[in-house]
């Protein structure tokens, strides 16, 4: 057991860039500052990692220590996993005092009745995140450290971000428990998905900008005043002046979440000249669009200045935090918008 | 006269070159001279009549008209050079120019706020106008509810504040047309907003934004205080100050002293009015076994607790400890 332990503290290390294990390192607290000193970071990796195992097996490192590491490990560096958003549901409008011991003690209990072999560990952050680990075994295997799944909680919330990498098997299991845990009824996954997790955060609380007109604070109107070369004239200044007010408009000042994309699932009829009736079947043209990008809100931001879109852009493109889905799906339209919704 | 073509045998080699080039292009120009006059051309004495002598002469005349073209020419270069130094001094000019004139525009600038004080410009009336109404408006935001007209309704801004202190602000876009619906907002997702919205967003506005702002006011007073409290006291808190998202439940441990020994308490403050900023259940828990002797004074702590701010509270308790001992 304790060989699996350190080796795993180990691959963990190996994981962290050379020039931050010193800082993760810290933040674990396991090794005092002395043993930290013994530390050659000049060395490579491989040779650190086991300077690191080698003190960690000296000090008897536990299963909760290594996990520790692990949580550190994925909070520091959250944009290696994918996350998807889960919203629940309840019907109560009593007031809930969230304790978190008891949050704790339900979640446990809820997992370990259906599978005794897990490894669950739990860290609540400033910001009054809960990062859940939980790596899974099976009935009749001991958990394996290497397949993990991730919740983060803000309590009081109806938002629950989950990175499930493997083992989805156990996926029902883990929504069950955040649900009992809570004090909640139900649970559903949103069609809101990225590496980024902050930024899913900041689509979900609302806390990207939004652009709300204000009479005060006094919304003044940020002329660009560059070196005015008064001999040059822009032709297209009113054209420009209007693309920049319409992106403000749709996309507001500050800076947009991070997406990696947007799909659109399009489930129309084919439009054609009536001659061509052979293309003109009963069922709906299906076709798969999917938009990447390594920021997507921002290159979608500056397309209209670019001048390669025209101002004002699609609104199935600038709903995406509104509606806070990058998966959509476009039917017929029967009434005024299309694809099914989730009501925010 | 043979003789005198030898001697001017030279000669007729240098105009070689001239009399081919004029019977080039000059052959047409040349116009039909009396043969005497020719003779005295130039200042040239021609060695008399007769053919040769007047193809001498033409040879001349060619040579001449060449050296004059020459001319021409380098003249032409010549104008064209000085044109080009014409066009670079001016554009000179035009840059100096403009230099100048960007210049005595800042200047005038920089005067127009020097105005004669006696009589007040309109410039000056309507800049005096901006600012009481932007001072207006900075007092609407400052009473905690504030509204502008969108095209589609109306933008409410809730300005919060406790104790003096001006905290947050959050917004409600609210649509009209054909009902009153949140179109979007940017209050924290644990207020209960479509709760509050459901009861009264449809009836009556303004009970609404009064339930809205109580609640946001309370939970950014709640965490006011909690952050007061970690921030001074953390020295005598024991371990960290447990809460939430709503700051309602807040648990920590401290230190009790009485006749020389030290006891731990453990507070759990529940605020079970969301619209309140002071706890409504203070309950105070110590090892078992030391409650009967220290009950007075967990009583008078859970009274402390629910009457006063949270950070104030604690103070007060920890200096009565002092003042005790």
């Known amino acids: 057991m304790d060989e699996v332990i350190v080796e795993y503290i180990r691959r963990t290390v190996l994981k962290i860039p050379r020039d931050e294990i010193m800082a993760v390192l810290q933040k674990w607290g396991f090794l005092s500052e002395a043993q930290l000193q013994t530390i050659n970071f000049r060395q490579t990796k491989e040779s650190i990692s086991h300077s690191v195992a080698q003190l960690c ?22 944009n290696k996993r994918a996350w998807s958003v889960y919203r629940m549901n309840k019907t109560g409008e009593e007031t809930d005092f969230f304790d978190f011991r008891d949050f704790k003690k339900k979640f446990r209990r809820q997992i370990q009745s259906a599978l005794i072999n897990v490894t669950i560990n739990f860290r609540e952050y400033e910001d009054n995140a809960i990062w859940i680990r939980i790596a899974w075994g099976t009935p009749y295997t001991k958990p394996n450290q290497y397949k993990t799944s991730y919740v983060v909680y803000h309590s009081q919330t109806p938002y629950v971000f989950i990175s499930a990498s493997t083992l989805r098997s156990n996926l029902p299991l883990l929504c069950q428990a955040m649900v009992v845990a809570s004090n909640y009824h139900d649970i559903r ?19 990207y900008s939004q652009n709300f007109q204000t009479n005060y604070p006094l919304q003044e109107r940020n002329v660009l005043t560059e070196n005015v070369d008064l001999r040059i004239n822009d032709e297209n200044s009113s054209e420009k002046e209007r693309i920049h007010r319409l992106n403000q408009e749709c996309f507001g000042d ?33 076709c798969l669009v999917k938009f990447s990008s390594p920021h997507l809100l921002e290159s979608l931001k500056s397309l209209a200045p670019a001048g390669l879109a025209d101002a004002p852009l699609s609104p199935l493109l600038t709903c995406i935090p509104q509606k806070a889905r990058n998966y959509f799906k476009i039917r017929e339209k029967k009434s005024l918008h299309p694809g099914n919704f989730v009501s925010p | ?51 040769l002598g007047y193809l001498e002469m033409l040879e001349a005349q060619a040579h001449e008209l ?38 005595e525009k800042r200047l005038l600038d920089k005067e127009a706020l020097v105005t004669d004080p006696a009589r007040p410009s309109a410039q000056t ?12 408006l900075q007092v609407f935001y400052l009473t905690g509810i504030s509204g502008k007209l969108t095209k589609q309704g109306v933008c409410f801004c809730i300005s919060t504040a406790y104790e003096g202190t001006y905290l947050d602000s959050y917004y409600v876009d609210l649509l009209i047309n054909p009902e009153v619906k949140i179109q ?118 859970s009274n402390t607790f629910r009457q006063m701010a949270l950070h104030k509270a604690f103070d007060s308790i920890i200096n009565a400890k002092e003042s005790q001992d």
């Open chain 1, 57 to 78: 097996e000296e000090s008897s490192a536990n299963i909760k220590q290594a996990a520790l590491l692990d949580i550190i490990y994925n909070h520091i560096y959250p």
């Open chain 1, 189 to 207: 996954e949103m069609e809101l998905r990225s590496h980024c997790l902050n930024s899913l955060k900041d689509i979900v609380f609302k806390r």
């Open chain 1, 254 to 286: 500050g800076p947009q979440p991070k997406l990696d994309f947007a799909q659109y699932k399009l489930e129309t009829m084919f439009k054609s000249d009536p001659k061509w009736d052979v293309l003109e079947k009963k069922e709906p043209f299906r």
């Open chain 2, 1 to 51: 006269m043979e003789e005198g073509h030898n001697s001017d045998g030279k000669e007729n080699a240098l105009c070689g070159r001239s009399l081919t080039a004029a019977s080039r292009d000059g052959g047409g120009r040349m116009s039909a001279v009396p043969l005497a006059q020719r003779k005295v051309e130039g200042g040239k004495v021609y060695s008399g009549d007769g053919v």
């Open chain 2, 66 to 103: 060449g050296l004059k073209q020459e001319e021409k020419e380098q003249q032409e270069k010549k104008l064209d050079r000085l044109k080009a130094r014409v066009q670079e001094l001016r554009a000179r000019r035009d840059e100096l120019q403009a230099k100048v004139e960007l210049q």
């Open chain 2, 125 to 136: 009336v309507l800049e005096w106008k901006v600012k009481s109404i932007k001072g207006m």
């Open chain 2, 184 to 301: 979007r907002h940017s209050v924290p997702v644990f207020i209960p907003l479509e709760q509050i919205a459901k009861k009264y967003l449809q009836s009556d506005i303004r009970r609404f934004m009064s339930v809205l702002s109580d609640h946001l006011n309370a939970y950014v007073g709640r965490r006011h205080q909690a952050d007061q409290l970690e921030e001074h006291f953390s020295d005598r808190i024991e371990g960290t100050l447990q809460r939430n998202s709503l700051c309602n439940l807040l648990v920590f441990n401290y230190t009790v002293s009485s006749d020389s020994k030290t006891f731990p308490f453990n507070v759990r403050l529940l605020y079970g009015n969301l619209c309140c900023s002071l706890p409504t259940e203070a309950i105070l828990s110590c090892t078992p076994g030391t409650l009967p002797l220290l009950a007075k004074m967990a009583a008078a702590h």
